[in-house]
């Protein structure tokens, strides 16, 4: 048998010699002046920046880039250089990969899935740091046969854990229709083994964006993925030299390799595990990259997981359609004294689904009773909001919108394999039990299809929204006697934290003062603890020494002051999972915002991307600022500097979400009328002077705010 390092050598050799191939031809072709830039990153050839620190803009950058990255395919039996080795393969990869995108931005036409998008890094952070992604695995080449191949990756989808496909297993996959994507968390990379550069970019950006390890430094980069990515490959056998020597740059980072080609690899302990029996190949990786999964088990025909949380059930896929546009729908969560609940009951008031047509829409509502001695009010919403997140976990069940309006979708697979009204409330029972076992001791279901009754206890359900609403709107950050801290995203941006309050939500806008406070009481030695509010610098601008003495603790003493509501002084820091970014725009003396989903450009000149490039890592850089949607539209954003009346530009579509909280709070702070509007948007301009011009015929208050830097 050749040896293991003789392997990863000529697989080396053989990747670079493509490269070098590719990158002539190309050059032959564009010429060395040709632009060259990866879509929607600002963080260009990320393999390239990781290992080099290099800035590639053109065809000749690449070019220079290679000829360095040659210099780390050495072929010295040193581990560190066989390491080295592997790594620069990754960079071979990576030059021909962005040769095809040289030629225009979207090589794939939508067959693969190719490049990554920042966006796509950032969607991540919040699933991985609650661990709903416990992990992510490429699989390369083609299984023993098509079900094998489905069997591993469904196996690891409703486990929660994110599979990149390199290679032939595509098409096995394909021949089985099995549904792919970025939102249900298989994603088709590409059909050749160099296609792995996208991979790597995407941990390294990852690494870059919440962990804000800086260009070249490779150490930093290793200990990062080591510790914090638990990724792992599978290898199908044949696996050949090219794959052995990308194997060696995966180890490197930490990832090891299972495989079931016993007549060519060797044994490597902790980093080449042999497993003949494909079947088994979930078990041995989990274990070699010590990835612990925790199981509910709920009594539904379908499957379960966090995977099928983006999955889209479509029109004609459908067989039960609730619709709250045309008919009675709601959802609640309503606290009972504990004699008045038989635990585990889930009973369904009117017809079941089979009554339904095929297709049909429908009314629909759910109850959840929940009782338990430390059991608050307050917690009704943020268990309530969570149906959302545990109903679309439910393969076939596409669950959109909130309280009295929902829409939700129940594809005729599922219904086929037995999926029934009661179902639903046996996902909101487990789920609930499980999540919230500290404040809830018993939990029943009711399930309402019957028009009648499902008019009755809307109305009723519509009142206790109301009490809600009114309790939510008494609740600012003067009128409650603590705030809360969150450090959930620790684990990849070790030194971020965010203070919630009333008012100002966490930057992933998942986390609410109201959850902060539920997660602080289900779990007091968890990631949100009470942050007391007595000592006071400047209520004004948000200043008090306890906040800043709990960023200081939090933050491992890497920050030391924070103003709550500032963007230039000492503001909040980010990690890298913020819905929104706003940054200083000179001109108009205002900001602009931008949401993670816009693609367009912004009137800085930077895309969201770019703009979500200047702050995160958990460091402060005043001008640029993460934060949630719904901190938009609160009297506290911006309050240092004057206040929401700075925003001058904002995608229609965030616009359109915030509008009315917006205009409400400028009513009451300026008392100007209609102010959303006077914000610009893509459809008016993203260019700085149209900006300024819009502005002024809007007479847009800004323009009259005192000078912001
Ligand atoms: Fe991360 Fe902040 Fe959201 Fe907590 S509140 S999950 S720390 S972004
Ligand atoms: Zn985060």
Redesign the pocket.
Known sequence: MKKLFDRVFDGADEMFALAQKTIDETIAELGESAPLAMPNTAYGLAVYSAYLAKNINTLGDLKAAFEEAKAWNRHDPRLKHVFSTGMGTFMAAETIEACKYAKGPDPYKGEYHGHLTDAEVREL??PL??DDIPGFVVIHGAAPSDEEAIELIKGYQTRGIFVFLLGEVIEQARRKELNMGFPVRVVAVGPDIWQVAHIISFVYRAAMIFGAVQPGDRWEFDDYTFYRIHAFVNAFDPVSDIVVACGAGAIAMGFPVITDDEKDMWRVPKSILIQKDTANFIETSLEARDIKIKITNIDIPVAFSTAFEGEIVRKKDMRIDVDGSKFETFELVRTAELHEIEDHCIELIGPDFDTFEAGSSIGFGMIAEVGGKNMQSDFEPVFERNFHNFLNCVEGVMHTGQRDVLRIRVSSAAYDAGFRAKHFGEVLYAKIMSEYDAVVDKCQVTIITDPDVLKKERADAKKLYDKRDERLGSLTDESVEVFYN?????SF?PS???I?TPER???????SWLD?KATNQLDPNG??QVVTKERVIDENIGIWEDVNECVFKSSHGSLEQVTLYSIMNDPMTS?G??ECICGIEPFSNGVVIVNREHQGMTPLGMSFAEMASMTGGGVQTPGFMGH?KQFISSRKFMKAEGGPARIVWMPKALKDLVRPKLDRTAQDLYGIEGFTDKIADESVTDEAEALLAYLAEQAHPALEMEPLI
């Open positions: 952070g919040v740091v609650t969150c450090i959930l995203c620790q941006s971020h934290v965010c919630v939500l966490g930057l992933c806008g998942a986390v902060a990631p949100c990690c999972c913020f949630g």
